[in-house]
Structures are given as structure tokens and as C-alpha cells.
């Protein structure tokens, strides 16, 4: 899909999302609210990591991704995560990711929505375009013990205009079986950013790897199976129990 004057268009170039262009009103009110108000949450955005995941429910389907990441403290990360860096990015999602301590406190059955990091940080994968690694490694040993959980609410990859459908829950890469990103996939991000992810890689063996990795995350390995979501009809409940 290429860029068109600040809109993604899809094949035969309709837009994605379809809509109107802005109008010169619009601009003028989004800059004045842009002035007026403090927008805080959206400045405590302060790294940008590109990556890619998997859809669980069919791990053959690989998307580049661009988390714009949120620390709230040591133990919890949140990530707004587009299908693109550009000005046109599409938010296709959102990634929660918490140390190690805290996955450790949550049920087993919540664990299994979760994945790990280790390989994604160790592979060279998982990157901070622009930023030197010598700046990042300290936050990498950090992250590569870590887990996340990621659902992807626009699946911009099979062509969908809108954000149609249930939420899909969203794999990391791994080392093995259906876990392992094509390379024609990572070369092309190489290529985008000038860089090598076989360097980076090389470049991080020294992080070490976590003395143990829950077996409930990444559940699919020793499962074989995914999780997906469908949704049904239910009677609403007028008085519900809280929590």
C-alpha cells in the first residue's frame, strides 16, 4: 500500500480509511486545540519500537508494527501501536507489557494471552529505529525480560478499510515452527531503515537470556493451539455485580 497525500491508499487506489480530505476548518481547529490543550498522555510517549507479531489464530499472517511506548513505572509499559511510521500511520492496536514480577502474580489462564520477549529483543527484531544501540542496551536487558499482550483492532494487512470485526490477539516471533519471521519480511524493514538486523543481532549477544521463561506465554508452542475471539448475542443485564 503507498501513501497519497496524507492518506493510505489500498489496491486500485481507493482510500484506506475511505472519508473526505480535511478541510482547511478542521485544520484550523485541531491546531487550536493542539495550543489549548495539554494532550499529556500523548507526550509521555517517548520511545518508538518497530517490531512484528503474528495473529494468533493464523500465524502464517506477519505484520510489521510500530509501537509509540508509554512507561507508567519499572514494571508497566503501554504501547500504541500502528501499521506504520508515517504522518498517515493507522492505529491498529494496543500492546500492554509487564516485567516479569508481575506476570508472575497473574492466573494461568491469563497467561496464555500473553508472549515473551526474549527472542524478539535477542534476534534483533525488536529495534528503536535511529536510536544507537548503545543508548537502548540498558532498556533492552530490561524489556528482554518482560511479557506482552497485544490486541490488534484493524487489520490493515488483509485490506480492511475499517476497523471491522472482533479484536484479534497477536503473537511475538520465536525461534522456532510458525514463529519465525519471513526473511523477506525483516529484509524489507532493513532496507527501510538502512540497517541490519543480522548486526543488531550480533550486537546482543551479550544481553543474557532469562533464567527461566514462563511456559504458559507463548501458549501456542506447547498447545499447538491459538486463541480467538467470537462474538455473541447475550441479554443485557440491567443490574450488573461490581466488580
Known sequence: ?????????????????????????????????????????????NQHVCTFA????????????HHYVTRLNQDFLQCAVYDSDDSSGRLIGVEYIVSDRIFETLPQDEQKLWHSHAHEIKSGLWVNPRVPEMVVKPELESLAKTY?????????????????????????????????????????????YNMSTEAIKSSRVEI????????????????????AIDVEATEMKKIAAFP
Open 1 to 45: 500500500m503507498a501513501a497519497t497525500h496524507g492518506k493510505t491508499a489500498a489496491h486500485g487506489g481507493e482510500e484506506i480509511p475511505p472519508g473526505k480530505a480535511m478541510s482547511m476548518e478542521q485544520h484550523m481547529l485541531d491546531k487550536g486545540a493542539q495550543m489549548l490543550q495539554s494532550l499529556k498522555p500523548i507526550k509521555k510517549m
Open 54 to 65: 503474528l495473529y494468533n489464530h493464523d500465524m502464517t499472517r506477519q505484520i510489521e508494527t
Open 148 to 192: 506482552g499482550k497485544f490486541w490488534c483492532t484493524w487489520q490493515t494487512d488483509r485490506g480492511d478499510k475499517l476497523p471491522v470485526g472482533p479484536p484479534a490477539l497477536m503473537m511475538s516471533p520465536q525461534a522456532e515452527d510458525l514463529g519465525i519471521v519471513k526473511l523477506e519480511t525483516v529484509k524489507k524493514r532493513d532496507e527501510k
Open 208 to 227: 543474557p537470556v532469562p533464567e527461566r521463561i514462563n511456559p504458559q506465554a507463548d501458549y501456542w508452542k506447547k498447545s499447538g493451539k491459538g486463541f
